[in-house]
């Protein structure tokens, strides 16, 4: 994988100044369409062996290119508040909007190389972050992120050479790496786990770059012209319509549905009721100021059809908690600097820290609801989405959040009877509007995009919940009762895990 | 100031259950009205006395009023991002956008009464952070922000029973206080403190309300109407047009202008050029890596005509950087988002953390020219920019932010030029466009506008400097040597400061 790149790749000054005018020219009017087209942003991986280059290299391109359009990103020691959410937020927080373009140094591979090299963890777990950068990379290249992953390379002996050369200088000194360098052994499970990494994530729409890095004009060159031809492959893709590739879900051959399997005569007579929410809401207070909650955070996503009562459900579950501890998230349509960025962005934004409770309002699952009924995005777009939501849920999942989604399901005769009830009612007039109506011409639609969402995403780590809301107070004990259980059930699963830790020592 | 809120104010529950109804029909109609407007934003700040019901009257609110409007934020302990930044940057990062709420516990209030009564500073550091607070909410109130600000009272003996009561309830006792109320004196000094914090800062944009908090019918009744009341009236305000207020500034008698002083002839020649640009490169990057820098960070303004070099003087700057150092900030048009707060609000998003260095290209300073000048903001609103920009910039200054700001000066013969030479040039033509032949016809606007902004924007803490930018050599170097000079005045601040502590301590 690295051979090429210890050859002694070199260009001759005259060769370097003859060829850099044009180039730079060239990558200048790439990066003005970028900008005007505001269709896609570009994101710059920047890995390798010390002392390849990797600084010099970028800070060129800054000279070359318009560095207003260009934001270099060090991750290097997490912050506090990044420790506090999954490990993806602090990249997803940083990503360059459309038409610019963002430089990411100490990436995702900088992590799970260095865990590697300094013993942090085996194999299983590196090809675990490996199969996660994947996932991560593909989305935003569906996404329309153009990526480009640079690996500079260097030869053991030109590192030595190399690193003994920037210790003279007096410039160079004050870097401090994660890593140490000097010991020999550093630069072989480098190169070794670099190669794993490497050879896993070079894929069609992310391909590695290997980038000889011991001469500067060499190095600078391949990497503007891989960067030029790139931009100016992608800006054309993005004046050219596309052509969606990627088959609808089949329509089942009779008209059931998941949604038919619900009994929707269920209720709760008001003594029942009261008692019931007490209870559920006294349960939930208590376990969210369990100091087992301090390792977890819980996200509850409400869907249903419109008027099947998520916001009266909200508001008890809002009921039993202390107002510092939650937020609610209404989700509508995207404003401009979201739509600026790929559509999980905005909720990403809005993971709840440790020990914090995010109720979502409507969700990411608008991408396969909304947007694919009303034709907002593509077949393409919405058909890949289910994986990239169960990717997403996994990782909150990974990081301790507890992940609840319920679907609010009445039949149509009563959102009938309770979209009049609500256009009489004066302070409840403003739940209801023209689009409400709309939507209801296309409840088999939506029927149908409910049925696949909860089939495809409906996993062990988040279910999904069909609450029977044609009555009110029955959904709202379920609602309360199914995160209730969904917390216990974590504390228990921590609590067993812990013990066997222990024990595990013990007999050690 | 407190007497009221200590005899003993109730309300029967007959009365309260009486009441309840219309007033939260009325305040969720108000907060549609609010959230379909998008003219304001609403902050509510809580503060007061342990066990005054603080918690229970915001939590009884989000039950009332619709939470998904709602922002609940607590300001506790301050993560490190916070520390590393001015400390007004956690508050406006967290302030709603227009058409939304914000309860703002633990705010700017609390923080200095806490500092106060804990003995960390004295009366006069206080009063510092009350004027401070003052300017603050002038401004967010000017924005068009509504602010409420609630003190929860009870007298002592109140406050002791209240305490005993809250002792046994489980519900409570995991609350932690940064202030140890169960000793007697901690009441005494925090009224102390209290009324003088409350008398300075209740003003008529943004008064306090004093509310006793022992009967808790009483409180939420008095603090849902005040709401209500405030809400409704800000309402009416903001369908009305306004009619400004303010007379914009003289017209001088003379056309004599700041600018006109610049001797516009100043030049470099190639070989002088080459030599004080690599020297003053080598200056910054030194200046930058030196261990003092980690506890400053710097600002760099950059405005100028158009066609004036801002973007080839950033470039120089940048190339004697390690691009993950600095970050260049572009500002054009505000984004939807961005125009849903108060018009400092995307800068302080983009204010440097301790040891970083920003540049903007384009700034704040846009209030006070294209914004005064095309008429896309009132006279009032450009007219109040002076001071606020002053109070934001001298709040960079405290936190140990050096100010840098240049106004690139050419003439109109060398705009014209430059205009017809990028028109020509394939990969410069990016670089023009009509709005800059059409700002050119404002000239003389856009020249009285600079003479008023450097007028009162020019002080000690930031001043302005005037670049003779017709040569581009002389404007590159001379941007860079002042920055130069701005790091080492700091230092040499900073260090005759570090050595005088040293002093004192000694001779103590």
């Known amino acids: 994988m690295f051979e090429s790149a210890e050859i002694g790749h070199a260009i001759d000054k005259e060769t370097f100044e003859a060829e850099v005018p044009a180039l730079r020219e060239a990558l200048l009017e790439a990066q003005f369409e970028l900008q005007q087209q505001k269709r896609f942003p570009v994101i710059v991986l920047i890995n390798g062996i010390e002392g390849a280059g990797k600084g010099e290299t970028v800070k060129l391109l800054n000279e070359w290119m318009d560095p207003r359009l260009i934001e270099v990103r060090t991750f ?11 490990p993806a937020w602090r990249y997803w927080r940083m990503l360059p909007a459309k038409g610019r373009m963002g430089v990411f140094f100490g990436n995702w591979y900088s992590q799970m190389l260095q865990g590697r090299v300094h013993g942090l963890f085996k194999d299983a777990v590196l ?28 030869s053991k002996k030109q590192m030595k050479a190399r690193l003994k050369a920037l210790k003279d200088d007096p410039l160079h000194s004050w870097r401090i790496s994660p890593l140490d360098w000097q010991q020999s052994e550093t630069y072989d499970t480098f190169v070794h786990f670099g190669e794993r990494v490497l050879r896993r994530t070079s894929r069609d729409y992310a391909p590695w770059h290997v980038i000889e890095g011991a001469d500067p004009h060499y190095r600078s060159l391949t990497v503007g012209k891989i960067l030029l031809e790139g931009l100016q492959a992608a800006l054309k893709r993005a004046r050219t319509p596309s052509v969606p590739n ?33 209870t559920e809401q006294a349960r939930l207070s208590g376990l969210m100021r369990d100091k087992r909650m301090r390792r977890h955070a819980l996200v509850a ?11 009266g459900a909200i508001r008890r579950l809002a009921a039993a908690l202390d107002p510092r501890q939650y937020s609610i998230v209404p989700i509508a349509a995207p404003s401009e600097d979201e739509r600026a960025q790929p559509y999980l962005w905005r909720f990403w934004r809005q993971i709840p820290a440790r020990g914090k409770f995010t109720v979502f309002d409507r969700s990411w699952y608008g991408r396969v609801l909304v947007e694919r009924v009303e034709g907002f995005c593509s077949t393409d777009d919405w058909m890949r989405a289910y994986g990239e939501i169960n990717d997403f849920e996994e990782q909150l999942s990974d990081a301790g959040i507890i992940v609840v989604k319920f679907w609010l399901a009445i039949d149509k005769q009563t959102q009938l009877e309770r979209f009049q009830q609500r256009e009489d009612i004066p302070f409840k007039r403003f739940k209801i509007t023209e689009d409400d109506w709309r939507n209801r011409d296309k409840w088999d639609l939506y029927r149908t995009a409910v049925g ?26 379920k609602v309360l009762r199914t995160i209730n259980q969904a917390i216990e059930d ?19």
């Open 76 to 86: 290097d020691q997490q912050s506090d508040e990044e420790l506090a959410h999954p």
């Open 127 to 154: 090809d675990q972050a490996i199969a996660g950068a994947e996932r991560l990379e593909k989305m935003l290249c569906d996404e329309g992120a153009l990526i480009f992953k640079f690996w500079f390379h260097l």
């Open 246 to 278: 990627t088959a609808p879900l089949p329509s089942g051959v009779d008209q059931m549905s998941l949604l038919d399997s619900l009994d929707m005569s269920l209720a709760l007579d008001k003594a029942d009721y009261e008692e019931q929410l007490i």
């Open 301 to 311: 996503v409400f869907e249903g059809n419109d008027a099947a009562g998520k916001g």
């Open 452 to 477: 696949d969402m909860v089939d495809r995403t409906s996993t062990e780590i988040s279910p999904w919940t069909l609450v029977e809301a044609n009555d009110k107070r029955w959904a709202r004990v």
């Open 490 to 508: 974590a504390f228990a699963q921590r609590d067993k895990h812990d013990k066997k830790g222990k024990k595990d020592r013990k007999t050690k």
